[in-house]
């Protein structure tokens, strides 16, 4: 797993999740808790990296080349761009690996939609057997009627 306090974000609003509205309860294990987790740990690692980045900044603006205006102003929009491109490095890899989650579930899903389509099928034909083999029956009983009565 990935350091979450190595890299901070830059300064902006996070959404709650409480802010989200579903309107019933989720099923546990489903696709619906799974996303409500994720935004979940989503938001709190954002706010640690958040306020990560409010302590580093606060440190590093009096230091910055000889005082407030001595080019220190450069150097922190650098430092912002630089942590904003972390973040979004860290986004990224982080939304590869819920890509690829949902890639193995929905790979998963298609398996067993697949199974059952190929198990209704095997029922289909085998009650077309049955009403063949029910037919032939009915034929060969009629038959040896027939017969026994000529």
């Not at 409500?36 to 606060?58: F, I, N, P």
């Not at 790979?107 to 034909?125: F, P, R, W, Y």
């Amino acid at each position: 797993m990935h350091s979450q306090t190595s890299l901070p974000l830059a300064h902006g609003a996070v959404a709650s999740p409480s802010t989200f509205s579903f309107s019933s309860e989720p099923e546990p294990g489903g696709v619906e808790e799974a996303l409500l987790q994720l935004v979940q740990d989503h938001h709190h690692a954002s706010l640690r990296l958040r306020d990560a980045t409010g302590e580093e900044g606060r440190d590093q603006e009096g230091s910055a080349c000889g005082g407030p205006d001595g080019g220190g102003g450069e150097r922190r929009r650098v430092q912002e761009a630089f942590v904003n491109e972390k973040r979004i490095e860290y986004e990224i890899r982080a939304l590869a690996a819920t890509i690829a989650r949902f890639s193995k579930q929905t790979d998963q899903s298609l398996s067993v939609t697949h199974s059952m389509n190929t198990a209704i099928k095997e029922i289909g034909d085998f009650e077309n057997w049955m009403k063949i083999m029910e037919f032939d029956c009915k034929s060969i009983t009629a038959a040896i009627h027939n017969i026994h009565q000529a």
